[in-house]
């Protein structure tokens, strides 16, 4: 039987559509990387544990979040660590890793960046990552979808909101 990590890792894309958000206004909610329990769903906890938020090396420890495998007899909580790698706030894109955690991500990477279109802005996630013991990759790619989705529905929201406020 072969070895879980000497199979090729698993990648994957996702995308949301902001329809009536700028990209630029969409960046600065999603650069704030110890904000994350903002905007994506079931996540209860995003904290720093080192660096200052948006400068590569800083790592953020993230929380509470359900996963298609997460089972209510596993007891405990789901927790990751993950490190900025990368930012570029002109490209309005980032990348990070999970440097430690409990829920069996081995060499995840993900980069995430913001789109411009004429009705607004997309919002992508790239990930790859050595095959999880108890997923497949169609429960990741779920993962990461329906959690970008919430996203961009909460984000459009809070976009929303704001405009409202500012056309007063």
């Known amino acids: ?86 930012i570029d706030p002109i490209k309005m894109v980032f990348s990070y890793s999970i440097v430690d955690g409990n829920v069996g991500f081995n060499a995840y990477v993900s980069t995430v960046r913001v789109l411009s279109n004429e009705h607004g802005c997309d919002i992508e996630w790239k990930y790859e990552v050595e095959p999880v013991k108890g997923w497949t990759l169609g429960d990741l790619d779920f993962f990461i979808a329906s959690g970008l989705q919430v996203m961009a529905q909460r984000m459009e929201a809070a976009l929303q909101v704001f405009q409202a406020t500012m056309d007063q």
């Open 1 to 86: 039987m072969a070895n879980v990590g000497q199979q090729p890792k698993w990648e994957g894309k996702s995308c949301a559509k902001l329809a009536g958000c700028k990209a630029e206004q969409v960046w600065l909610l999603l650069q704030d990387f110890f904000g994350l329990d903002k905007w994506f769903p079931s996540l209860t906890t995003c904290l720093p544990v080192e660096g200052v938020s948006g400068q590569p090396g800083c790592v953020r420890f993230c929380a509470g979040f359900k996963t298609p495998v997460s089972g209510s007899d596993k007891g405990g909580m789901n927790w990751t660590k993950q490190k900025l790698l990368s």
